[in-house]
């Protein structure tokens, strides 16, 4: 009794109130078991079928749902309570309410047109912020987020507002699908799927004929991976930058010295083994540098870093270089004897002889037994003995090295010729001189000075010179005085370049002094009838040898000078540890794709709206799939006319209808 109550209830309902359709599972037609198409197939073909009444010219076709009297009998109700919707639809007629903003927006495309441009936004964005930050440093991003978080913010955005583009353009569709044919009905719940997730998506793809729709598949299911590649745009790599620091990265250079007439007299040389003249000047960082070139290879290079420097300017700086060459021929060709007998050489009365080099230096010897030997022999500029005019700074003195090894000849055979014994030694000459260098693309990398590049000017004659005397001597008339020589003209490029007479006499000195020249192994005569001096230094004697001390010595001494002279300090970079920010844009193809096909996905959309206007935009709603049934003629239809009205419907209160016995249907 109650349930004939309800549905009593009901058809008077539907009575008063004739813009309420019938709900969708009363509008269910009875099944025709002996039509063929319910016979043993799953799905029934359907299609949209459009009604071309004045009521509904822009809606889906409204199927006319008329009661027979046997429902009115079941019903229990009078016969002008039967409910024929054709009729009464047509006399009936309420005024159209005015349609909200928001209804009359979601009648068109313009809210998907506006996300979609809000999306290709954010991504171009996103480009922009990744261009300007492209291999800069880490700490030039101030921002209060890391730079991936601002990616994933805005790469999620862009996403989010292109997929809700897609969505409707799917949701769209599924009503689209079955506008001039029919399908099946399951297409629509598959559509429906792959609106709402890549998941369904997957499934439309293999289930449903393609289309325009397809490209909004792609992009529902690529969606998924896109964080994954957007993880990858912004590396961080390691790397190190140049930069001005207060203190450090500096390097003295000089292109004037003079040890100040800060002289001592007498002073002994070389760890007081020997002395240089008694009386004469000697200063002390000139002897140091000078011997720490010849027993030491390496020093500290007077180089003030922290960490690791570079300079890259150019600098000019004063110092000593050294050639050196083989003149062993043409010193044996001048080989004579006192007794004019060089073919054989008895031993038991030697004869004094003599070796002169191609430069006029000279070695008196006398042959003895077996062994090795060696003598060094120098000659230079002296700032006592000397006037400037005679100084050519680029031969200030001169060294000869010979060594012989006599360990095979036998000296007691009356018929040994002494030229063809003469053949096993080897003699070296080697020229020191005054330069400036030009430093260039200057480096200190891991305790180590380095010059990139490296200009010798040498120093001819010296253009003039200036006195420099003792305050104490000015008043006391001593006779001390040193003498500044200064060079002028060497090139246009070259500052003015000075040197101190007394200083540049002391390395000539240095190389004549006993502690370096001398001789070992050989019955020598004056003026080699010193000790050994340095001999045991140079080994063997042979070119790279002599050639490679002497370059040491050279760099030793020019090393003094960058500390010791008129400094001028070389100011450059230090290195700092950084981390670049490094943009990877193959990682932003797949987002950028992925935009493009959004953006086609609407204009397909539109171009569907165009070819199918009589379907209404009913894009993703749910009331609009409640709000239409499928009749026995597998027509797809609703009585709802247009959004406005399907929005009244959404207001009304419902509740899931019960079965008889109290469950859900």
Known sequence: ????????????????????PPLPHDMRPERDFNRPEWDGTEYTPIQLQSDTNALAQDS??????????????????????????STTAASIVKPKKKQSAWIRLSTTWWMEAITIFISTGFMIGLIAILASFQNRLTTEWTFFISINAVVAIVITAARATLLATVSVCLSQEKWNHFNNRARRLQDLNIIDRASRGPLGSIQMLFSVSWGMATVSAVVM?????????????????????????EGSATFGHAVSY????????????????????????????????????????????????????????????????????????ETLESLQCSDNRTITLPYAYPAPCNLTTPHGLHFPFKTNVGGSSMAINSSGWDSGTNSYKLLDGRNISRTAFWSWNREDIDMTNMSVQLKPMLQNST????????????????????NKFTVGATEKTPLGKASGYTDLILPECASNN??????????????????????????????TRLFGSQAFSGSVGLTTLSPLNAPAGSTIAFGNGSLETVSGILDNVAQSLTDMIREKGTVQVAQGLTSQAVVYMRVQWLWLILPITLQVL???????????RRQSKDVPLWKGSALAVLYHSVD??????????????LEDLGLKQVMLEKKNDGTDP
Not at 599 to 604: E, F, K, S, T
Request: glycine letters at 6%.
């Open 221 to 245: 299911i690529l969606s998924l991976v896109t964080d994954t590649f957007v993880q990858q745009v912004v590396s961080f790599q390691p790397g190190t930058i140049y930069a001005h620091q």
């Open 632 to 645: 026995k003629d597998g027509v797809l239809g609703t009585q709802v006319k247009d959004l406005q009205e």
């Open 60 to 85: 889906f076709g409204h199927v006319d749902y008329v009661t027979t009297r046997s429902d009115s009998d079941t019903l229990n109700v009078p016969d002008q309570d039967i409910y024929h919707t």
């Open 258 to 329: 003079s040890s100040g007439l800060n002289f001592d007299r007498g002073r002994s040389v070389h760890d007081g083994m020997v002395l240089i003249n008694q009386g004469a000047a000697i200063n002390v960082d000139m002897q140091s540098a000078f011997f720490r070139g010849i027993w030491q290879t390496s020093w500290p290079s007077g180089v003030n870093c922290t960490s690791n420097c570079t300079w890259d300017q150019s600098y000019y700086t004063i110092g000593f270089t050294n050639t050196c060459a083989d003149v062993t021929k």
């Open 427 to 446: 003699v070296v000459e080697c020229t020191f001189g005054v330069v400036v260098y030009k430093y260039s693309n200057i480096s200190f990398i891991s």
């Open 1 to 20: 009794m109650d349930d004939q109550y309800a549905q009593r209830q009901w058809a008077l309902d539907m009575r008063n109130d004739l813009r309420t």
């Open 478 to 507: 001593c006779f001390w005085r040193d003498e500044l020589l200064w060079w002028n003209n060497t090139s246009p490029d070259i500052p003015h370049i000075s040197f101190s007479a007394t200083d540049l006499s002391i390395v």
């Open 598 to 608: 959004g953006v086609l996905a609407l204009i397909g959309a539109l171009i569907g």
